[in-house]
């Protein structure tokens, strides 16, 4: 059973950076497209970006610019590099596939603070 781990999460204002990570036990990334996700209060989880097995990348208009995602498949690992962050920012971020293949992990808090 996979199992996805998020963290680096926090509060900070606006304009700020913050680095999210997403480890994976249970299985390899291999060659599964991987993606982040957020979901706000009240709203429904969206989509952040997304990266292939080559490197190639995606995103979201409203982080594009902004947001960095990155994978090293030797390490099982993803990250989201967030910067010029802001107040609509604010969400759980979630890691998984690109298409939400493996049963969804806590999350990490992203508070965007004005």
């Known amino acids: 059973q996979v199992q996805l781990v998020e963290s680096g999460g926090g509060l900070v204002q606006a304009g700020g950076s913050l680095r999210l990570s997403c480890a994976a036990s249970?299985?390899?990334?291999?060659?599964?497209?991987m993606g982040w996700f957020r979901q706000a209060p009240g709203k429904e989880r969206e989509f952040v970006a997304s990266?292939?097995?080559?490197?190639?990348?995606y995103y979201a208009n409203s982080v594009k610019g902004r947001f960095t995602i990155s994978r090293d498949n030797s390490q099982n690992t993803m990250e989201l590099q967030m910067n010029s962050l802001k107040p609509e920012d604010t969400a759980v971020y979630y890691c998984?596939?690109?298409?939400?293949?493996?049963?969804w992990g806590q999350g990490t808090q992203v508070t965007v603070s004005a």
């Open positions: 998984n596939t690109a298409f939400g293949s493996y049963s």
């Open positions: 249970g299985r390899t990334f291999g060659n599964d497209a």
């Open positions: 990266i292939i097995w080559s490197g190639s990348t």
